[in-house]
């Protein structure tokens, strides 16, 4: 029997193809929202556990609906307003925002299949919040996002211990965001923080100017560098554990030698790859000519070879008719110049 994690890992994977064959608003509730319900626990088939067209009475206007309502005691705990997958959700809030001060539901939920934002009541009490406080698109759910999303499955939820975690799961959130802003594109003030920790006198605004790249440099180096020593480790526990399934037999002595370069430009090819393909599927293949990395272990798809010695290194990159052409690399980080044209080779595989 699948866990939560599988079965909402197997569920992403589904939906891209299903997509296609979706159409109308009510296609997206069949195909995707009413499986992802299901997923979470629930019986979407018993309108006593999940009510669809749940009516919220809005002032004396009567008979306004929301697309389904999760229930608990025959009362609402959460509102959920759906959208076809292909509709963005921004201009849509307005409409939960109407129905939630009108029931006791003390979240909301607004997807259209593929984006899911849960809300609720942190600023004013039921009244519901600008901001979700917690969101993610199910064809690139993290492994954090999904943990989050288990404690609204059937089994586990309980609304005090949700409400009183949806505050810092907000704030985290959104210091995720600016943290991340402050990353790419350093604020003044970012800069400056840093830049009085090591400049020996007054930070003007010359200084400033100098030192914006510098700190961007730094933490995309030290995101660098995390990346590659996750991904070292990884591939010792995977060289380790194929190492002991190898019978003594099967180990001749060879003149094949992987240098610790090849084993980082293997790493750099990963960490280029890893959000087009799972790096699973990313394979090196040593020889006494060159260092292979191959898609699924394959030889007729290679992504590139290596040609490193200890006075040159070089890099041989395939074009969509697998034709090599070797480059020079200064040092190992130049692989990154090439990152287009290695993604490329594998999109075209």
């Known amino acids: 029997m699948m866990d939560f994690k599988d ?34 626990g629930y019986d979407v088939f018993d309108p006593f556990e999940v009510h669809p067209e749940f009516i919220a009475d809005i002032g004396i206007k009567k008979g306004e609906k929301v ?68 969101e993610f698109k199910i064809t690139d759910i993290k492994d954090t996002e999904i943990a989050e999303l288990r404690k ?16 810092e799961l907000k704030y985290f959130n959104e210091l995720t965001i600016l943290a991340t802003g402050e990353m790419q594109t350093p ?20 200084i400033l100017e100098q030192f914006t790249p510098l700190v961007k440099r730094v933490f995309t180096q030290i995101v660098h560098d995390q990346i590659s020593e996750r991904l070292k480790s990884a591939l010792k526990k995977e060289t380790e554990s194929e190492a002991q399934h190898v019978p003594a ?6 003149l094949v030698v992987t240098t610790q370069d090849e084993i980082d430009g293997f790493l750099i090819v990963k960490s280029i790859l890893r959000k087009e393909i799972e790096v699973g599927r990313i394979f090196m293949r040593d020889s006494q000519s060159y260092c292979g990395i191959l898609l699924d272990d394959n030889n007729r798809r290679p992504i590139c070879r290596f040609y490193f010695t200890p006075n040159r290194l070089r890099i041989g990159l395939f074009d969509k008719d697998k034709k090599e052409t070797k480059h020079d690399l200064v040092a190992l980080d130049d692989i990154y110049a090439h990152a287009e044209q290695i993604t490329e080779t594998v999109t075209n595989y």
């Open 187 to 206: 604020s003044d003030e970012f800069v400056r923080y840093f830049a009085k920790q090591v400049y020996p006198s007054v930070v003007t605004a010359k």
């Open 249 to 254: 037999s099967l180990e001749p002595e060879s």
């Open 7 to 40: 079965e909402i890992r197997q569920f992403a994977k589904r939906v891209d193809r299903l997509l296609p064959q979706i159409k109308t608003e009510e296609a997206t509730k069949t195909s995707l929202i009413m499986p992802f319900l299901k997923i979470l």
């Open 152 to 167: 609204f499955h059937k089994s586990v939820f309980d609304l005090d211990s949700i409400s009183s975690a949806a505050s």
């Open 67 to 134: 697309d389904y309502a999760i229930l608990r005691d025959d009362k609402p705990v959460i509102l959920i307003e759906c959208k076809h997958y292909a509709d963005g959700l921004d201009p849509h809030n307005s409409q939960l925002f109407r129905y939630f001060h009108t029931t006791e539901a003390r979240f909301s939920l607004l997807t259209n299949g593929l984006e899911y934002r849960f809300y609720t009541d942190l600023v004013t009490s039921n009244k519901m919040d600008e901001k979700p406080f917690f």
